[in-house]
């Protein structure tokens, strides 16, 4: 199947940590991908990390990935209510088509 | 420039109807996508073209037909949409042809009454 899963909402304080986290399905995915997605607002591809890697670090966002366990993980440093929207993982499975998890709500209250 | 442009933001049609998307990316990409998302759901693709060629149609219904007139443009038209086709319809593009480092745009929010 192609069903990639995420917690549905994560609730935290402004200046905490986030971590998003998701299980994909996939074992032959050569790329995951995290976008974030504001309200009525189109997708915003925020990072992606290639699947011989087990960690990438951009800014305030640092990724992890755990192959064996086919799990992803997001973290965002230094919560911002601006950081506040639906974020999404994604997987590439076979030529050219992303596979979508169901997505994570976060809120970030001040 | 790093943008996908969508046109028009908002629409509603009637069942009878026909209208077009239209979708706008000068970055060379030579990969563009059409996604639907229904409400508190994903994204799920519907059709991809690579340099200008219609590569893959995820089983969507011929009332949803693609086009793509050169390397910059990606349109959809639509004609005798039902209520449920009612959804954000979202354009991306890609260098790669494997779909990696795909550039989404604002969407266009479609209402079918």
């Known amino acids: 199947g192609e069903d990639v899963e995420q917690s549905l909402f994560l609730s935290v304080r402004e200046g905490d940590s986030s971590v998003i986290n998701c299980t994909y399905t996939d074992s032959s995915s050569t790329y995951l991908y995290w976008y974030k997605q504001e309200p009525g607002a189109g997708l915003q591809l925020l990072t992606y990390?290639?699947?011989?890697?087990d960690m990438k670090q951009d800014q305030r966002l640092t990724v992890l990935l755990n192959k064996k366990d086919k799990h992803l993980s997001l973290r965002i440093a230094d919560t911002q209510t601006g950081d506040s929207a639906i974020y999404f993982c994604a997987e590439t499975t076979g030529f050219q088509k992303l596979v979508f998890g169901t997505g994570t709500r976060l809120l970030v209250s001040p | 420039d790093t943008e996908v442009t969508q046109t028009p933001k908002h629409l509603v049609m009637g069942m009878t109807n026909k209208k077009s998307l239209k979708c706008e990316q000068h970055?060379?990409?030579?990969?563009m996508y059409w996604y639907k998302q229904k409400a508190k759901k994903p994204p799920e693709l519907m059709f991809v073209y690579s340099y200008e060629k219609l590569s893959i149609n995820e089983s969507v219904p011929s009332r949803f037909s693609p086009e793509c007139p050169n390397s910059s443009l990606l349109n959809l038209h639509l004609h005798a949409l039902q209520p449920e086709d009612s959804a954000l319809y979202l354009c991306a593009s890609s260098r790669r042809q494997d779909g990696t480092e795909a550039f989404f745009g604002q969407g266009t929010r479609l209402t079918v009454v």
């Open positions: 990390i290639f699947s011989n890697m």
């Open positions: 970055m060379g990409h030579r990969a």
